[in-house]
Protein backbone atom coordinates (compact mmCIF):
# COMPACT_ATOMS: atom_id res chain seq x y z
CA UNK A 1 0.00 0.00 0.00
CA UNK A 2 1.73 3.15 -1.30
CA UNK A 3 0.91 5.94 1.51
CA UNK A 4 2.53 8.87 -0.41
CA UNK A 5 1.51 9.26 -3.85
CA UNK A 6 3.34 11.25 -6.37
CA UNK A 7 2.20 12.69 -9.90
CA UNK A 8 3.23 12.81 -12.36
CA UNK A 9 6.21 9.93 -12.86
CA UNK A 10 7.84 12.39 -15.15
CA UNK A 11 7.24 15.95 -16.52
CA UNK A 12 9.34 17.58 -19.52
CA UNK A 13 9.12 21.74 -19.26
CA UNK A 14 10.50 24.54 -20.94
CA UNK A 15 13.57 26.81 -19.62
CA UNK A 16 11.72 29.48 -17.36
CA UNK A 17 8.57 27.43 -17.05
CA UNK A 18 6.89 26.43 -14.05
CA UNK A 19 7.00 22.82 -13.00
CA UNK A 20 4.11 21.62 -10.41
CA UNK A 21 4.67 18.18 -9.08
CA UNK A 22 2.21 17.20 -7.01
CA UNK A 23 1.95 14.04 -3.88
CA UNK A 24 -0.80 13.17 -2.04
CA UNK A 25 -1.32 11.15 1.83
CA UNK A 26 -3.03 8.77 3.12
CA UNK A 27 -2.41 8.83 6.69
CA UNK A 28 -3.58 11.77 8.34
CA UNK A 29 -1.23 11.70 11.62
CA UNK A 30 1.11 12.86 9.10
CA UNK A 31 2.29 16.14 10.13
CA UNK A 32 5.91 16.44 8.51
CA UNK A 33 6.56 16.95 4.25
CA UNK A 34 10.04 17.35 3.18
CA UNK A 35 10.81 17.39 -0.60
CA UNK A 36 13.98 15.30 -1.77
CA UNK A 37 16.10 15.87 -4.83
CA UNK A 38 17.98 13.35 -6.33
CA UNK A 39 20.15 13.96 -9.53
CA UNK A 40 21.68 10.86 -11.25
CA UNK A 41 24.36 8.89 -9.15
CA UNK A 42 23.72 10.47 -5.94
CA UNK A 43 21.68 10.14 -3.07
CA UNK A 44 18.94 12.00 -2.29
CA UNK A 45 19.22 15.59 -0.40
CA UNK A 46 16.81 17.48 1.64
CA UNK A 47 15.18 20.48 -0.86
CA UNK A 48 12.69 22.25 1.16
CA UNK A 49 10.13 20.90 4.21
CA UNK A 50 6.78 22.08 5.67
CA UNK A 51 4.93 20.95 8.72
CA UNK A 52 1.52 20.67 8.83
CA UNK A 53 0.55 24.09 10.64
CA UNK A 54 1.66 25.52 8.04
CA UNK A 55 -0.24 25.91 4.37
CA UNK A 56 2.45 27.37 2.46
CA UNK A 57 6.55 27.45 2.24
CA UNK A 58 9.02 28.92 0.42
CA UNK A 59 12.26 29.22 -0.59
CA UNK A 60 13.62 31.00 -3.19
CA UNK A 61 12.22 29.71 -6.66
CA UNK A 62 10.80 26.54 -4.37
CA UNK A 63 7.30 26.77 -3.03
CA UNK A 64 5.45 24.09 -1.41
CA UNK A 65 1.94 24.39 -1.03
CA UNK A 66 0.03 22.50 1.69
CA UNK A 67 -3.55 21.44 1.82
CA UNK A 68 -4.45 19.62 4.88
CA UNK A 69 -7.95 19.31 4.71
CA UNK A 70 -7.70 17.11 1.09
CA UNK A 71 -4.18 15.55 2.35
CA UNK A 72 -2.36 16.78 -0.56
CA UNK A 73 0.68 18.74 -1.37
CA UNK A 74 2.37 20.72 -4.18
CA UNK A 75 5.85 21.76 -4.97
CA UNK A 76 6.14 24.77 -7.39
CA UNK A 77 9.56 25.77 -9.00
CA UNK A 78 9.20 28.48 -10.96
CA UNK A 79 11.26 29.76 -13.19
CA UNK A 80 12.88 25.74 -14.07
CA UNK A 81 16.29 25.96 -15.02
CA UNK A 82 18.22 22.89 -16.96
CA UNK A 83 20.01 22.31 -13.55
CA UNK A 84 16.76 21.48 -11.14
CA UNK A 85 16.70 18.73 -13.59
CA UNK A 86 16.10 16.01 -11.20
CA UNK A 87 14.02 12.94 -9.43
CA UNK A 88 11.95 14.82 -6.49
CA UNK A 89 10.60 12.71 -3.94
CA UNK A 90 7.80 14.14 -1.48
CA UNK A 91 7.92 12.40 2.00
CA UNK A 92 6.24 12.31 4.98
CA UNK A 93 6.28 11.46 8.90
CA UNK A 94 5.11 11.46 12.29
CA UNK A 95 7.37 13.48 14.09
CA UNK A 96 6.44 12.97 17.65
CA UNK A 97 6.81 10.24 19.94
CA UNK A 98 9.87 9.32 18.59
CA UNK A 99 8.88 8.22 15.31
CA UNK A 100 11.94 8.77 12.89
CA UNK A 101 10.52 6.41 10.09
CA UNK A 102 10.29 8.57 6.42
CA UNK A 103 7.98 7.23 4.18
CA UNK A 104 8.91 7.93 0.33
CA UNK A 105 6.72 8.59 -2.65
CA UNK A 106 7.92 6.88 -6.08
CA UNK A 107 9.35 10.00 -7.41
CA UNK A 108 8.94 12.59 -10.14
CA UNK A 109 11.65 12.18 -12.74
CA UNK A 110 11.97 16.70 -13.71
CA UNK A 111 13.29 17.57 -17.39
CA UNK A 112 14.12 20.95 -18.08
CA UNK A 113 14.73 21.77 -21.67
CA UNK A 114 16.85 24.52 -22.43
CA UNK B 1 30.87 18.86 6.16
CA UNK B 2 28.16 16.09 7.13
CA UNK B 3 28.71 12.85 5.17
CA UNK B 4 27.80 9.36 4.54
CA UNK B 5 30.11 7.08 2.94
CA UNK B 6 28.96 3.38 1.58
CA UNK B 7 31.15 0.72 0.35
CA UNK B 8 31.35 -0.58 -1.77
CA UNK B 9 29.35 1.41 -4.55
CA UNK B 10 29.15 -1.72 -7.29
CA UNK B 11 28.98 -5.03 -6.52
CA UNK B 12 27.88 -8.22 -8.58
CA UNK B 13 27.22 -11.23 -7.16
CA UNK B 14 26.13 -14.89 -7.92
CA UNK B 15 22.12 -16.07 -6.48
CA UNK B 16 22.75 -17.44 -3.21
CA UNK B 17 26.25 -15.55 -2.27
CA UNK B 18 26.14 -13.17 1.15
CA UNK B 19 26.49 -9.52 0.59
CA UNK B 20 27.56 -7.12 3.04
CA UNK B 21 27.23 -3.62 2.57
CA UNK B 22 28.35 -0.99 4.84
CA UNK B 23 28.07 2.56 5.93
CA UNK B 24 29.79 5.09 7.55
CA UNK B 25 29.03 8.88 9.24
CA UNK B 26 30.71 11.13 11.31
CA UNK B 27 28.25 13.37 12.52
CA UNK B 28 27.51 11.10 15.31
CA UNK B 29 23.98 10.86 14.61
CA UNK B 30 21.62 7.94 16.56
CA UNK B 31 19.59 7.77 14.42
CA UNK B 32 20.26 5.74 10.78
CA UNK B 33 18.73 3.77 7.96
CA UNK B 34 18.71 1.36 5.07
CA UNK B 35 16.96 2.15 2.13
CA UNK B 36 16.68 0.49 -1.49
CA UNK B 37 15.34 2.21 -4.25
CA UNK B 38 13.70 0.61 -7.67
CA UNK B 39 12.02 2.71 -10.67
CA UNK B 40 8.87 3.75 -10.05
CA UNK B 41 9.29 2.61 -6.39
CA UNK B 42 11.06 4.92 -4.86
CA UNK B 43 12.66 5.05 -1.34
CA UNK B 44 11.35 1.85 0.65
CA UNK B 45 12.67 1.67 3.87
CA UNK B 46 14.33 -1.27 5.05
CA UNK B 47 15.69 -1.36 8.31
CA UNK B 48 16.21 1.75 11.16
CA UNK B 49 18.72 1.77 13.59
CA UNK B 50 17.91 4.17 16.78
CA UNK B 51 21.67 3.39 17.72
CA UNK B 52 24.10 0.74 18.97
CA UNK B 53 22.63 -2.81 18.86
CA UNK B 54 18.76 -0.78 18.69
CA UNK B 55 17.37 -2.10 15.52
CA UNK B 56 13.41 -1.88 13.83
CA UNK B 57 12.08 -3.45 10.79
CA UNK B 58 11.25 -1.12 8.35
CA UNK B 59 8.41 -1.71 5.65
CA UNK B 60 10.45 -4.38 3.59
CA UNK B 61 12.90 -6.10 6.02
CA UNK B 62 12.46 -9.91 4.26
CA UNK B 63 15.34 -10.94 3.75
CA UNK B 64 17.71 -8.42 4.90
CA UNK B 65 19.19 -8.25 8.62
CA UNK B 66 21.37 -5.05 10.07
CA UNK B 67 24.00 -4.67 12.41
CA UNK B 68 25.29 -1.34 14.50
CA UNK B 69 28.05 -2.35 17.17
CA UNK B 70 29.28 1.29 16.58
CA UNK B 71 27.62 4.26 16.61
CA UNK B 72 29.23 5.95 13.22
CA UNK B 73 28.84 2.40 11.68
CA UNK B 74 25.81 0.53 10.18
CA UNK B 75 25.31 -2.41 7.88
CA UNK B 76 23.14 -3.99 5.80
CA UNK B 77 23.76 -8.06 5.18
CA UNK B 78 22.01 -9.91 2.97
CA UNK B 79 22.18 -13.72 3.45
CA UNK B 80 22.19 -15.88 0.54
CA UNK B 81 21.05 -12.83 -1.64
CA UNK B 82 18.18 -13.04 -4.79
CA UNK B 83 17.69 -11.45 -7.90
CA UNK B 84 14.95 -9.84 -6.72
CA UNK B 85 17.27 -8.05 -4.35
CA UNK B 86 19.18 -6.61 -7.21
CA UNK B 87 18.49 -2.54 -6.52
CA UNK B 88 20.49 0.30 -5.35
CA UNK B 89 20.87 0.70 -1.70
CA UNK B 90 20.92 3.74 0.16
CA UNK B 91 21.56 4.44 3.63
CA UNK B 92 21.39 7.57 5.89
CA UNK B 93 21.84 9.26 9.08
CA UNK B 94 19.77 11.72 10.79
CA UNK B 95 20.05 14.73 12.59
CA UNK B 96 18.04 15.08 15.61
CA UNK B 97 14.97 17.08 16.67
CA UNK B 98 11.27 16.37 15.26
CA UNK B 99 11.97 17.51 12.47
CA UNK B 100 15.43 15.76 11.68
CA UNK B 101 16.96 15.86 7.96
CA UNK B 102 18.25 12.82 6.68
CA UNK B 103 21.45 12.52 5.02
CA UNK B 104 22.19 10.26 1.98
CA UNK B 105 25.14 8.68 0.34
CA UNK B 106 26.12 7.70 -3.03
CA UNK B 107 24.25 4.43 -2.80
CA UNK B 108 25.54 1.09 -3.11
CA UNK B 109 24.25 -0.45 -6.95
CA UNK B 110 23.67 -4.20 -6.32
CA UNK B 111 23.25 -7.09 -9.06
CA UNK B 112 22.41 -10.68 -8.19
CA UNK B 113 22.90 -12.87 -11.25
Known amino acids: QQQVRQSPQSLTVWEGETAILNCSYE??????FPWYQQFPGEGPALLISISSVSDKKEDGRFTIFFNKREKKLSLHITDSQPGDSATYFC?????????????FGQGTVLSVIP | DMKVTQMPRYLIKRMGENVLLECGQD?????MYWYRQDPGLGLQLIYISYDVDSNSEGDIPKGYRVSRKKREHFSLILDSAKTNQTSVYFC????????????FGEGSKLTVL
Open chain 2, 92 to 103: ASRTGGNTGQLY
Open chain 1, 27 to 32: DSTFNY
Open chain 1, 91 to 103: AARFYTGGNNKLT
Open chain 2, 27 to 31: MSHET
